[in-house]
């Protein structure tokens, strides 16, 4: 083919399809500066922080890039992967991807993975999949639960890169998974499994979601209802007493009302009820991370711990794991119908 090309036009590649595995984006580095960069990029996004920008602007700028780069270095640097000097949110999304890919090489797909904030970026590896050749991409936002100020971000930003574009892909976007079948079963396992392998018996398992301000919710975003609902099939799927099971929010942020319960408070308050052993995990994050791996694993043991809990155990993500990875493949090979 190439050779009929007439003198002056540009390569044209086999058409292909891709997948683009999208989460939110996290540091380069644990230093001031490359925290900085990035929460301020995060935090400089209409849809993550909804107040009006002559107010936030001051606010962000001159109060929190000032002091929370700092704080959050340190955290990020408690949980940095010292195998690859990189924070293992970036590490788990790109082994997803590198896995996906393997699982999809026969049906000529490519497989990429992007960042909403930071490295690497959405409009980088969107161009890179369409000089590959994808002429038709399904963009795949990485949180179980739907929310404006993730799923709808991540998509956003691949929108305003394809906008770019003179040879538009054809696109589609895959939904949240809240209450796949295949998504429930794989966390009820999880559960199953991991509390299965401590050496106690938790009195309560709490799933801790990322929180979101409250009025969020009362403006319309689903991600409060979706975050009960998988809750609700993993505990049907398990078959446990509505007391074993609870909900939580987590990473709350700033002084508004966010969704509650909040996990750091319901941790400390847990030991004066008498339940002192728990198992904990986040079904929010298809990836851990530093609101999972610091938050919750560490400084939530801590918290637990002082209040007089006895044991305290972290369920991970599912992450790359293989049952992780059946799931995640299930759902794209669902969403790619009529494309492979
Ligand atoms: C400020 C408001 C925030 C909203 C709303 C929010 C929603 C939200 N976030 C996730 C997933 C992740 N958040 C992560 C980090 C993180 N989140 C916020 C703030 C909001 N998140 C901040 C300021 C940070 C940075 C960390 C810090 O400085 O403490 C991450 C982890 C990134 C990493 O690098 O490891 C994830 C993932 C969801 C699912 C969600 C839904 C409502
Ligand atoms: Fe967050
Ligand atoms: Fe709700």
């Given at each position: 083919?190439?050779?009929?090309?007439?003198?002056?036009?540009?390569?044209?590649?086999?058409?292909?399809?891709?997948?683009l595995l999208l989460n939110l984006g996290t540091p380069d580095a644990t230093d001031y500066w490359s925290v900085r960069r990035y929460l301020k990029e995060f935090l400089s996004d209409p849809r993550v922080i909804e107040t009006p920008k002559w107010l936030w602007w001051p606010i962000l700028n001159l109060v929190i890039l000032s002091f929370r780069p700092q704080k959050s270095g340190a955290n990020y640097a408690r949980i940095w992967d010292k195998r690859t000097n990189e924070s293992p949110l970036l590490v788990i999304t790109r082994d997803q991807a590198t896995s996906l890919g393997q699982r999809l090489a026969g049906d000529n797909?490519?497989?990429?993975?992007?960042m909403r904030y930071g490295n690497p970026s959405t409009a980088s590896r969107l161009e890179a999949l369409q000089k590959a050749g994808c002429q038709k991409i399904l963009l795949v936002p990485l949180y179980p639960q739907y929310s404006a100020t993730t799923t709808a971000t991540a998509n956003d930003k691949a929108f305003d890169a394809l906008a770019?574009?003179?040879w538009q892909p054809a696109v589609r976007t895959a939904p949240a998974y809240f209450d796949d079948p295949f998504y429930v079963e794989t966390l009820a396992n999880s559960i199953r499994d991991g509390v299965a392998a401590l050496d106690f018996e938790p009195d309560l398992v709490i799933t801790s979601y990322h929180g979101m301000p409250q009025d969020y919710l009362e403006k319309g975003d689903p991600y409060?209802?979706?975050?009960?609902?998988?809750?609700?099939?993993?505990?049907?799927?398990?078959?446990?007493s509505k007391d074993k099971l609870m909900v939580t929010f987590q990473s709350r942020f700033g002084p508004t009302k966010w969704l509650e319960p909040y996990t750091d408070e319901t941790l400390k308050s847990l030991p004066g009820k008498g339940i002192k052993k728990v198992a904990i995990l986040a079904p929010a994050f298809s990836a851990d991370c530093i609101e999972t791996l610091e938050e919750i694993a560490i400084t939530g043991e801590e918290e637990f711990m002082h209040a007089g809990g006895e044991r305290y155990a972290y369920i991970p993500c599912l992450n790359a794991s293989p049952a992780g990875m059946d799931m995640i493949e299930n759902m794209v090979r669902r969403e790619l119908k009529g494309w492979l």
């Open positions: 083919m190439p050779d009929l090309l007439p003198a002056g036009h540009p390569p044209v590649a086999t058409p292909k399809i891709g997948v797909v490519v497989v990429d993975y992007a770019k574009m003179r409060h209802c979706q975050c009960l609902k998988t809750t609700r099939l993993v505990r049907e799927k398990l078959g446990w």
